[in-house]
């Protein structure tokens, strides 16, 4: 598990373009899921991160609480889901981007998620806020998510920017 601190916007951007940079280098971790109160900053987390990745131009992203779900043509491609509105199922389209290796499955509101449809790798984001900063906490879930967190650590370290 490793945490940072984030005081302002732009270190939430930050720490998703380094996000962005070692999941193009661990293409096995393809599930980010997203857990936080309402204005924690996961959807400024999830776009910073879009606008990191190859072929971001052609992506426009936006909240997907009104729609459920956007796709992404980036490389990988992303689909960016909201779970607020699923507690009950599923749409099939997460199940799907949850079991596509070449899909960025990013979900906001993975609290909402059922353990049975946890997918085999990924990490886990959880965005904690108080009245002065934003703590955000990674836990890695399967082997390749370990590595990929261990990589992001050092990543951080060797700019010396902490990871906790």
């Not at 606008?51 to 990988?76: D, N």
């Not at 990674?138 to 920017?161: F, I, M, T, V, W």
Request: aromatic fraction near 4%.
């Amino acid at each position: 598990m490793a945490g940072i601190i984030l005081h302002t916007i732009e270190d939430t951007e930050k720490a998703a373009r380094r996000l962005a940079r070692c999941l193009q280098r661990h293409a096995a971790v393809r599930s980010l899921l997203l857990r936080g109160p309402l204005g924690s900053g996961k959807t400024t987390f999830t776009a910073a991160l879009v606008r990191s990745l190859p072929g971001c131009e052609r992506a426009e992203v936006a909240s997907p609480s009104f729609t459920i779900c956007h796709h992404y043509p980036t490389t990988p491609p992303v689909l960016h889901g909201d779970l607020f509105r699923c507690r009950s199922s599923l749409p099939e389209e997460i199940i799907e981007g949850l079991d596509d290796k070449a899909v960025l499955t990013i979900l906001e509101w993975a609290e909402h998620l059922p353990t049975a449809d946890l997918p085999d790798e990924f990490l886990d984001i959880s965005f904690k806020t108080d009245e002065h900063e934003r703590l955000m906490m990674l836990a890695a879930h399967g082997h390749n998510a370990e590595k990929l967190l261990h990589n992001l650590c050092e990543d951080a370290q060797s700019h010396n920017d902490a990871f906790r």
